[in-house]
């Protein structure tokens, strides 16, 4: 199913393309044959938007998270109880982790 053009520039704004507009015109109608059948480019490019939005929100709903253990880790540390501050410290590190690995691929052009 091919998409109106201008249901599609704000999927390439999310993509990070400008002049979206005539982009969008050029590729109309495009399809590219992927996983065993035709796509539509339009379809590609929502896909393609949602994938970043969706990684936008991992990596802030990480360091959020990280944010909120590093809490709980100086709680536990305060209560003297050293292995749930070991545990919460290992999945901040872990959330850390996520975070780094979404920054990272979001940076690599």
Do not use: C, N, W
Request: hydrophobic share 40%.
């Amino acid at each position: 199913m091919s998409s109106a053009p201008e249901d599609v520039t704000d999927s390439l704004e999310t993509l990070g393309f400008e002049d979206t507009d005539s982009l969008a015109a050029l590729i109309e109608a495009e399809t590219v044959h992927h996983a065993s059948r035709e796509m539509d480019v339009t379809d590609i490019i929502h896909d393609l938007a949602v994938a970043q939005r969706e990684l936008e929100q991992y990596r802030r709903g990480a360091l959020s998270l990280a944010a909120s253990l590093d809490d709980k880790v100086l709680e536990a540390e305060a209560a003297g109880d050293a292995e749930r501050a070991d545990a919460l410290r290992r999945l901040k590190r872990s959330a850390m982790d996520v975070y780094g690995r979404v920054e990272k691929e979001s940076r690599i052009e």
